[in-house]
């Protein structure tokens, strides 16, 4: 497995405070995502990145932002977290395009 | 953008029996069919895929299938398992990298 990991795992915060969330990966892949994952939606897509300090919006980028100013670090910042940005939120990281999505353990954020 | 509907929700089967999930997708240049099996309190991985150009693909007691026509693929597991309990993600992506997710099968495998 890639190796990958996610900080925090697990967050409580409320309405309207900021909040990032990071993910950490050691295999020097390219690509890397953030994707948000809910009950009857599957995983939907939010930011990803193709390269350091090249990013882009996904299918549910509202509210949503990224940096990535090293090839190991993709950040995800909610500016202001509202209470429908609960959800469980993973990283996934590829070599390059057109290579297998390898996903991070999950980060779990409940906004109040 | 893509759609991707996944059926059925949950699926419950008898150990040693088989397991079918199928998904239809909307855009039909849509070229990259990935399947990630999810287990509880873990990330999805990757467990089989498909390109466009090929109608069916096999690995051990795992199987896809394509029918570019009809714009729907299908997830087979043979000899079911315990260890094949888990929730299964279909998806579709035009360019690779960009993935539509199906909203995901619970299976059950009855020991």
């Known amino acids: 497995d890639a190796g990958i990991t996610q900080s925090p795992r697990h967050k409580v915060t409320e309405t309207g405070t900021p909040v990032t969330l990071r993910c950490h990966q050691t295999?020097?892949?390219?690509?890397m995502y953030w994707y948000r994952q809910d009950p009857g939606h599957g995983l939907r897509l939010i930011h990803y990145s193709y390269g350091v300090k090249d990013t882009d919006k996904g299918e549910v980028s509202d509210g949503y932002s990224v940096s990535r100013s090293k090839t190991e670090d993709f950040l995800l910042t909610l500016e202001s977290a509202t209470s429908s940005q609960t959800s469980v939120y993973f990283c996934?990281?590829?070599?390059?395009?057109?290579?297998?999505?390898?996903f991070g353990p999950g980060t779990r954020l409940t906004v109040l | 953008g893509e759609n991707v509907e996944q059926h059925p929700s949950t699926l419950s089967v008898q150990e040693g029996d088989s397991a079918v999930i199928k998904c239809t997708y909307s855009d039909s240049a849509s070229n990259y069919f990935p399947w990630y099996k999810q287990e509880l309190g873990k990330g999805p991985q990757l467990i089989i895929d498909i390109r466009s150009n090929v109608g069916e693909k096999k690995d051990q007691r795992i199987a896809v299938t394509l029918n570019k026509t009809a714009k729907h693929f299908s997830l087979h597991i043979t000899e079911t398992q315990p260890e094949d309990s888990a929730v299964y993600f279909c998806?579709?992506?035009?360019?690779?990298?960009?993935?539509?997710f199906g909203a995901g099968t619970t299976v059950t495998v009855r020991a």
């Open positions: 295999e020097n892949h390219r690509y």
């Open positions: 998806a579709a992506s035009i360019d690779d990298y960009k993935l539509s």
């Open positions: 996934a990281t590829s070599w390059g395009s057109y290579n297998e999505q390898f």
